[in-house]
């Protein structure tokens, strides 16, 4: 099993920055696809980006391309996601999510991709 523990969300003004954490263990870390997701009430969970375990690289949402990066340190075990330029429709739980399985390229950004998530940490920004 993997659990996944996510920190680093809070209450910002438009404009502010945030740096999201999730920590992982049960399984070597350096293996796993992760990505971040968000969702607020009502809505479906939205896929943010994800850095792939095999080399590194990285997808973002184009809602918040330029602003989000997400990156990996494998010797801590923590992905990290970096939140500039907030605007108020960012506001939503922000949720880490590992992959144990390779998955292909096309579907990194579906839920269904992730057997492991955490409990998600709040994100609130406003106006």
């Known amino acids: 099993q993997v659990q996944l523990v996510e920190s680093g969300g809070g209450l910002v003004q438009a404009g502010d920055s945030l740096r999201l954490s999730c920590v992982a263990s049960?399984?070597?870390?350096?293996?796993?696809?992760m990505a971040w997701f968000r969702q607020v009430p009502g809505k479906e969970r939205e896929f943010v980006a994800v850095v792939r375990w095999s080399n590194f690289v990285t997808v973002e949402a184009d809602s918040v391309k330029g602003r989000f990066t997400i990156s990996r340190d494998n010797a801590k075990n923590t992905v990290y996601l970096q939140m500039n330029s907030l605007k108020p429709e960012d506001t939503a739980v922000y949720y880490c999510a590992a992959s144990t399985v390779d998955a292909d390229f096309s579907v990194l950004a579906e839920t269904s991709t992730y057997d492991h998530w955490g409990q998600g940490t709040q994100v609130t920004v406003s106006s």
């Open positions: 049960g399984r070597p870390f350096r293996s796993f696809d």
